[in-house]
T-cell receptor
Framework: AQKITQTQPGMFVQEKEAVTLDCTYD???????LFWYKQPSSGEMIFLIY??????QNATEGRYSLNFQKARKSANLVISASQLGDSAMYFC??????????FGTGTSLTVIP | NAGVTQTPKFRVLKTGQSMTLLCAQD?????MYWYRQDPGMGLRLIHY???????AKGEVPDGYNVSRLKKQNFLLGLESAAPSQTSVYFC??????????????FGPGTRLTVL
């Protein structure tokens, strides 16, 4: 079974609008971490946001927020007030244990002017 | 600080050739990782290291070897390259703490083509 599932290969959003990128995960561990990374066309991986499995509040980092629904095993990324520079691939990732990381297949986001 | 650097940036190999990819970090991180990224597959963990002199297998370790002789360096070796190893390889490092501090910092990637 896939550890991380991102069901949206591509998404479009109008500039200044909000967009939600979906991520579901599969683990039997009680302690785990969830991450979102951005990969622009230049190729580098940029950390966006982190949510720990024991964190009761949803994580927020500027325009990014993580909608964490533990019972549903989902960790959706919400980007508010989209900007043209947000156009990129977005990867959801999970850390199991100390060092086993699993990434999803990514969602390509295009922001339309 | 340079962060995480990778050498080389590009490489073309013939089937059966060997090569070593070098990853270096100047953040004094304990943990280091090697990933490969294939189209439509996301990143997959090849090997990782929790400290100098230690290595462990990730999700897709076959065909690769690694060494961590110095804390700041993590080497990925291909002894006999195969076309299936054509990929973009990313190195990453992180601190030895849970939570946000376990955030991985990535290098710029190495694009490897095996003919």
């Amino acid at each position: 079974a896939q550890k991380i599932t991102q069901t949206q290969p591509g998404m479009f959003v109008q500039e200044k609008e909000a967009v939600t990128l979906d991520c579901t995960y599969d683990t039997s561990d009680q302690s785990y971490g969830l991450f979102w990374y951005k990969q622009p066309s230049s190729g580098e991986m940029i950390f966006l946001i982190y949510q720990g499995s024991y964190d009761e509040q949803n994580a927020t980092e500027g325009r990014y927020s993580l909608n964490f629904q533990k019972a549903r095993k989902s960790a959706n990324l919400v980007i508010s007030a989209s900007q043209l520079g947000d156009s990129a691939m977005y990867f959801c990732a999970m850390r199991e244990g100390d060092n086993q990381f699993y990434f999803g297949t990514g969602t390509s986001l295009t922001v339309i002017p | 600080n340079a962060g995480v650097t990778q050498t080389p940036k590009f490489r073309v190999l013939k089937t059966g050739q060997s090569m070593t990819l070098l990853c270096a970090q100047d953040m004094n991180h304990e943990y280091m990782y090697w990933y490969r990224q294939d189209p439509g597959m996301g990143l997959r963990l090849i090997h990782y290291s929790v400290g100098e002199g230690t290595t462990a297998k990730g999700e897709v370790p076959d065909g690769y070897n690694v060494s961590r002789l110095k804390k700041q360096n993590f080497l990925l070796g291909l002894e006999s390259a195969a076309p299936s190893q054509t990929s973009v390889y990313f190195c990453a490092s992180s601190q030895r703490r849970s939570g946000r501090a376990n955030e991985q910092f990535f290098g710029p990637g190495t694009r490897l083509t095996v003919l």
